[in-house]
């Protein structure tokens, strides 16, 4: 398997529509060598009917792994075709996303955080891809969907799937998804976290592998996380919005590398290569203002960002290259913001998972019909 040349999934990049593109994981990389990260999810159908024009919507640069494909849909047809053809681009990782509430795939697409609702076509999913793949196969779910949030159902989901199908390895989303009546960013922040529900996942599904997410936004948290029991951390947002501060450190304090003398000047003028050399490589995109959004949190909380970002904007309109852009725009930003090397990581909530073990709902009772679907 690929995966097997890289240091293990300790910590991730969540998969973030719109936003974990191309262009994003380039920067990521350039910044943390040992993250794991996700494609945006990617329809199946997308994948099948597009295959002449595959390169487009699956090609990445080597030096981006290790990278996990995310896939959803819910023609197994469809999901075991678009899975044979993501093979030929040696992902490391295949994932089947159970977890997006967004209307456009929840609700039209009847996929996403609705499979919770459907174990079994979750497992014959899983199978399907599995056997069109020499990598792994994940899930991505949430905790629950609507009122079907108890942690018993979490458990039943749990237990179906990887019963029946190769899944071992579940990136649990500790919210459950509202379907009716919010939107997919209320959907992240509403319905409350629940950690004890995925910590309880850890001590009754041994065998299995879990990876954390929703709600850690810091070094500190990552840490106290994995302390607590967790296999791995998927962080989404604050990965985005902060790329320096928190994707500078993970290198070094989750694997253990040597501290970085990395500064953000010379991330940027690697980024402008990059830049430069993909624009407009399709015809209409990507544009300078698709390539130049993964920047606008680079400089989060230094001073000029603010005057920064809004001297991008307009550069936007005017410059024909990233290094125009960088050039026209870079001069608000202080010399020692640009060329010193990380600072020490800013500390967040290390409490979030103390105490954990007091916490968690009772054990995980399977019901005798469960056992009966299986045989």
């Not at 995310?70 to 993501?86: F, P």
């Not at 792994?136 to 039943?156: A, F, M, W």
Request: with cysteine.
């Amino acid at each position: 398997m690929v995966a097997n040349r890289y240091l293990p999934p300790w910590f991730s990049v969540a998969p973030m529509m719109d936003w974990t593109d191309h262009h994003y994981r380039t920067l990521a990389r350039l910044i943390s060598k040992h993250s794991w990260l996700y494609t945006e999810m990617l329809a199946a159908e997308t994948i099948v009917y597009q295959k002449g024009n595959l390169d487009r919507f699956l090609a990445y640069s080597p030096d981006q792994h290790p990278i996990v494909l995310q896939i959803g849909g819910s023609n197994l047809d469809n999901l075991a075709k678009a899975t044979e053809l993501a093979s030929a681009y040696c992902y490391d990782e295949i994932n089947f996303n159970c977890g997006c509430p967004s209307p456009r795939v929840a609700g039209r697409g009847c996929f996403g955080v609705r499979l919770m609702l459907d174990p079994k076509f979750v497992a014959e999913a899983i199978s399907v891809m599995a056997a069109n793949t020499n990598v792994p196969v994940t899930v991505k779910c949430r905790i629950g969907v609507d009122n079907h949030d108890s942690y018993n159902e979490l458990c039943d989901f749990i237990y179906k799937v990887s019963s029946l199908s190769p899944a071992k390895h579940f990136i649990i989303h500790s919210r459950k998804a509202l379907l009716n009546g919010i939107t997919p960013a209320e959907n992240r922040s509403i319905p409350p976290l629940k950690y004890e529900y995925f910590y309880g996942l850890l001590r009754d599904f041994p065998d299995l592998t879990f990876t954390i997410n929703g709600g850690i936004a810091s070094i500190d948290e990552i840490n106290s996380a994995r302390m607590a029991g967790a296999h791995g951390v998927m962080v989404g947002r604050a990965a985005y919005n902060n790329p320096w501060h928190l994707l500078g450190h993970i290198d070094t304090a989750v694997y253990g590398a040597s501290r970085s003398s990395l500064t953000r000047r010379q991330v940027l003028e690697k980024y402008q290569v990059y830049g430069d050399s993909v624009l407009m490589k399709y015809g209409l995109g990507p544009t300078l203002r698709d390539i130049t959004k993964p920047l606008l949190g680079f400089f989060h909380s230094e001073p000029g960002n603010g005057l920064w970002k809004r001297k991008a904007d307009a550069a936007i309109q005017t410059c024909s290259t990233i290094k125009a852009l960088l050039d026209e725009t870079l001069a608000v930003i202080p010399d020692s913001v640009l060329d010193s090397p990380l600072a020490e990581s800013s500390c967040g909530r290390g409490y979030l998972f103390a105490n954990m073990d007091s916490l968690l709902p009772p054990p995980y009772i399977r019901r005798e019909e469960d056992d009966t679907m299986l045989t």
